[in-house]
């Protein structure tokens, strides 16, 4: 059974950093596209970076301030992020087996996993 895992997630101040997490199992993930995506309350659930064979991919919102990257080795990915600001809550999604990296849509991705609640305070 595949899982997503992520963690990291929690409350910080504008301008602060925290970087998430998201640990796959059941298969490995090395060969495919990995993403972030978050939803915020009332929105829908919206790109967020995505990376595959060594290219990135980020939402402009998130351009410079955002890190995706990857550690096959224990079926990782992580999204660093910094410069935090209070619209950057929302409920942020590890996104498997996305279909493109160019600005997929939620259709584009096979697996999703339970979210982390980013909360960022002004």
């Known amino acids: 059974q595949v899982q997503l895992v992520e963690s990291g997630g929690g409350l910080v101040q504008a301008g602060g950093s925290l970087r998430l997490s998201c640990v796959a199992s059941?298969?490995?993930?090395?060969?495919?596209?990995m993403g972030w995506f978050r939803q915020a309350p009332g929105k829908e659930r919206e790109f967020v970076a995505a990376i595959a064979w060594g290219d990135v991919n980020y939402a402009d919102s998130v351009k410079g301030r955002f890190t995706i990257s990857r550690d096959n080795a224990v079926n990782t990915v992580y999204l660093q992020m910094n410069s935090l600001k209070p619209e950057d809550t929302a409920l942020y999604y590890c996104?498997?087996?996305?279909?493109?990296?160019?600005?997929?849509?939620?259709?584009?991705?096979?697996?999703w996993g339970q979210g982390t609640q980013v909360t960022v305070s002004s």
């Open positions: 996104a498997g087996d996305l279909s493109t990296i160019a600005t997929p849509l939620p259709a584009n991705v096979g697996y």
């Open positions: 059941g298969r490995s993930f090395r060969w495919s596209a």
